[in-house]
């Protein structure tokens, strides 16, 4: 009798197909394999594996998830994984059946996105700017400086996921560049405009870096072909260590840290951008969106504008 694969072998198997056919990246493959392994995980405390578990296991599970406090929206994240495994096997035949096909998910409404107000970014690229440029900093601390407000410029002006922005090549920064050529979600391209002020931000980032240049870093940082050099692993500033930063500069800007992150300013710039009249579809386009309903979850700006249009604007309107 022919032995079953493991877990972590069919686990293998469907990243690897992800990757292949469906061009998922680095943290798509990462979010499967940590939701599949702790699937993997119950199924073994449970006698079962991915091969032979049916349809009331797999609902154990979400009972399982739903007892340890998961949020809907996670529950929800995990019945996906799971449907998306299962449709694998059934079509590599290793598997006969679909035990996830007939599972229904948890209730939920689609939240709306945190969104920091224009004045409280206004507040954060004033404060950015006044570290960039205070006299008595060290040039090390200057350097932090303007590079945060760098970065900070450029997500407001083109709304990147802040993988897309922390692992933008140096070639980004040429004076004379209107557009970016973005490497997004399944390593498609788009290009995204760039407004005077982030045009001028990443310039004086990268004169400051020419300026600091020494011997020592020539080989190193200094001829990285990243516009945000690291000498970690990825080449490039990571997420978590821009992450960090936006929040110190929240703090120092008077706004609570929890409310700030990289993809609170990505919401702040679609929703920005609606507010003042811009079309949706052209929000879609700019954000890297597939799908116009992952775009519609900032409809609710586009109402308030409405009838902010209406009230102001309409000559039956009260006034």
């Known amino acids: 009798m022919r032995a079953k694969p493991s877990d972590s072998k069919l686990t293998g198997l469907f990243l690897d197909m992800l990757a292949a056919e469906q061009g998922a990246g680095p943290n798509t493959l990462d979010a499967y394999r940590r939701d599949l392994t702790d699937f993997s995980e119950f199924l073994g405390r449970v006698g079962h594996s991915f091969a032979d ?66 004045a409280d970014v206004d507040r954060m690229l004033r404060r950015a700017k006044e570290l960039s440029e ?90 990285s072909k990243w516009l945000f050099p690291s000498f970690g692993e990825s080449g490039h500033l990571t997420r978590q260590h821009f992450a960090r930063d936006l929040k110190e500069l929240a703090v120092a800007s008077g706004l609570q840290a929890r409310l700030v992150s990289p993809h609170v300013l990505r919401h702040a710039f679609a929703s920005h951008l609606l507010h003042n009249g811009a079309d949706l579809r052209i929000v879609q386009t700019l954000l ?31 006034k």
């Not at 922005?165 to 391209?189: C, H, T």
């Open 53 to 118: 578990a049916e349809t009331q296991v797999l609902r154990d599970y979400l009972a399982d998830l739903d007892a340890r406090g998961f949020k809907s929206t996670s529950v929800a994240r995990r019945l996906s994984a799971m449907r998306h495994l299962y449709r694998f096997l059934l079509n590599e035949r290793i598997r006969t059946d679909d035990p996830a096909a007939i599972l229904s998910g948890p209730k939920r409404g689609r939240g709306l996105p945190k969104v920091l107000s224009i």
């Open 134 to 223: 205070a006299e008595d900093a060290s040039a090390s601390k200057r350097l932090r400086a303007l590079r945060l407000y760098c970065l900070l410029e450029v997500l407001y002006a083109t709304g990147l996921r802040v993988s897309e922005l922390v692992a933008l090549p140096r070639s980004a920064a040429k004076r004379d560049a209107r557009m970016i050529v973005v490497r997004g979600k399944g390593n498609k391209e788009r290009l995204v405009p760039l407004n005077e002020a982030s045009r001028q931000a990443m310039a004086d980032y990268l004169a400051a870096t020419e300026a600091a240049k020494t011997e020592k870093k020539k080989d190193s940082l200094a001829a």
């Open 288 to 318: 890297g969106h597939t799908d116009i309903s992952t775009t519609q979850i900032y409809t609710h700006v586009v109402e308030e504008r409405l009838k902010s249009l209406v009230r102001d604007l309409h000559p039956l309107a009260e």
